[in-house]
């Protein structure tokens, strides 16, 4: 499923991201005709079952809730706005809240592990994160400078801590909230929440400060650990490079693998289960990368104009 919904989004020109439900069952796509439109996937059939309108310039991205909270949705857009969506029942959906806070383009929206509730991570071309919450029956808004030059991406880590299902068994773990933004300085940064300060602090757990990359780093996403040991980060530039950040013994990430990919990279993004890598590149390729049990990183797939290669590819769906 994950190739071909990323296949049938990047090959289309006005289309800016496109999101999978909890289920599989639906997708959400960003548009730059300003809307934000909701297929039902049965087979390799799309049907169209909303549209949703509010934006007054490009959407640049969507993230799903989980469904614990309700179906819920998040856009952002280029009009400096984020607007959260909830479906009060069948394909009939309601804006719930507009945040215009940020004094330039919304770039990336991102729900947090549902352990926190409803806890939205908003990434701005303004330079800084905002981080909305909804506590008291209200959304709640902090905000922090990430990134001089703008933030282009952000991607939570697990809510469990790396290691703990192997550190404390029979124990309920301590729920950490962390995250990984990236930014228009060729960075990437960590970022971890202060619960005595109620501040968002830059952790100083990258190695050269998370400056690997030569241009904008377009996009992150940390990889979903299970509780396993260990911490993995995706991150994606124009460049043309995908690094691998994995956690050290002494815990600091470094960029362990650097992908080469032909054109200017926009989107990396994890299977569920973490081991698989899809890369999507600016020339309407879409690539699959697995890691191999001796560390390297292996090309999975290369799907191409659409032409899918599917004995390679059944086993990443």
């Not at 310039?57 to 179906?71: C, E, F, I, R």
């Not at 690094?243 to 002494?250: A, L, Q, R, V, Y």
Request: net charge positive; glycine share 8%.
């Amino acid at each position: 499923v994950m190739v071909e919904l990323l296949l049938w989004l990047w090959l289309r020109d006005d289309q800016h991201d496109a999101q999978l439900d909890y289920y599989g069952k639906r997708v959400a796509t960003a548009s730059s005709d300003r809307t934000i439109k909701i297929f039902e996937l049965q087979g390799k059939k799309q049907t169209l079952i909303s549209e949703l309108k509010g934006h007054t310039g490009p959407v640049w991205q969507v993230s799903w809730g989980h469904p614990t909270h309700g179906n819920l949705l998040a856009s952002c857009s280029y009009d400096r706005r984020v607007c959260i969506w909830q479906e009060l029942n069948k394909n009939r959906w309601q804006r719930i809240h507009e945040e215009s806070s940020h004094m330039s383009s919304v770039n990336s929206v991102c729900w947090a592990p549902h352990e926190f509730g409803r806890v939205l991570a908003c990434a701005s071309a303004d330079g800084t994160v905002s981080v909305l919450e909804f506590k008291n029956n209200k959304w709640e808004r902090c905000s922090f400078m990430a990134h001089a030059g703008g933030v282009n991406a952000v991607s939570w880590a697990p809510a469990i801590p790396s290691g703990s299902l192997v550190a404390q068994s029979g124990q309920s773990p301590p729920l950490q909230k962390r995250m990984v933004t990236g930014g228009c300085d060729n960075k990437i940064k960590i970022w971890k929440f202060n619960e005595m300060k109620g501040t968002w602090d830059e952790q100083p757990c990258l190695k050269d400060q998370g400056k690997k990359h030569r241009a904008w780093v377009r996009d992150v996403a940390w990889a979903p650990s299970l509780g396993l040991p260990g911490n993995t980060i995706a991150s994606a530039s124009e460049d043309r490079t995908v690094c691998i950040w994995t956690e050290g013994k002494t815990g600091i990430i470094e960029p362990t693998k650097e992908i080469p990919c032909k054109d200017k990279v926009w989107r990396v993004s994890w299977s569920t289960m973490g081991n698989i890598l899809a890369v999507s590149s600016g020339s309407s390729t879409v690539t699959l990368w697995k890691e191999s049990v001796d560390g390297k990183w292996q090309n999975l797939a290369d799907c191409e104009e659409g032409l899918v290669n599917k004995s390679e590819t059944k086993g990443a769906q």
